[in-house]
C-alpha cells in the first residue's frame, strides 16, 4: 500500500476515491514508565520512555489505516495526516487517516525497482 502525505502519488492517477480512513490508537505508559519519565524529566532533555511509546502508537495507527484501506479496496492513502490528543490526563490518543484511493501507474512512469 501506498502512503503519501501529499495529495498525489507520482508516476501515478488516481481512478476512484474511496473516502476518509483512519486507525486509532489509545495508549497509557505503565506506572514504571510514567515514573521513569518523571525523573528523566527532572534533569531535562528527551524522555525516551514517551519517545519510544509514542513511535509505537504512531506506527500502530498507520497499520490499522492501512487495514481500513484496504477492506474498502483501496491500494493507496493520500494526505495522510496524524492527529493527536490526551485523555484523562494518562493517555495519549493517536488517529492516522487519510483518502483511501485506488491508483493506477501512468504510462511511461517509472516504478519502484525499475
Known amino acids: 500500500m501506498i502512503i ?9 492517477r488516481v481512478v476512484e476515491t ?10 497509557s505508559r505503565g ?15 528527551e524522555i525516551h520512555e514517551y519517545t519510544s511509546l509514542l513511535e509505537d502508537t ?16 483501496a491500494n493507496a492513502v493520500i494526505s495522510m495526516r496524524f492527529d493527536s490528543s490526551e485523555l484523562a490526563g494518562t493517555m495519549s490518543e493517536i ?11 501512468e504510462a ?3 516504478q519502484p525497482g525499475e
Open 18 to 27: 474511496k473516502g476518509q480512513v483512519f486507525g486509532l490508537v489509545v495508549r
Open 95 to 105: 488517529v492516522a487517516y487519510g483518502t483511501a484511493v485506488v491508483v493506477e501507474a
Open 4 to 12: 503519501a502525505t501529499a495529495p498525489f502519488i507520482a508516476g501515478h
Open 58 to 73: 504512531r506506527r500502530q495507527a498507520i497499520d490499522r489505516m492501512v487495514q481500513n484501506a484496504a477492506m474498502v479496496g
Open 108 to 110: 511511461g512512469a517509472a
Open 31 to 45: 506506572l514504571g514508565g510514567n515514573l521513569m519519565a518523571g525523573l528523566r524529566s527532572i534533569a531535562g532533555g
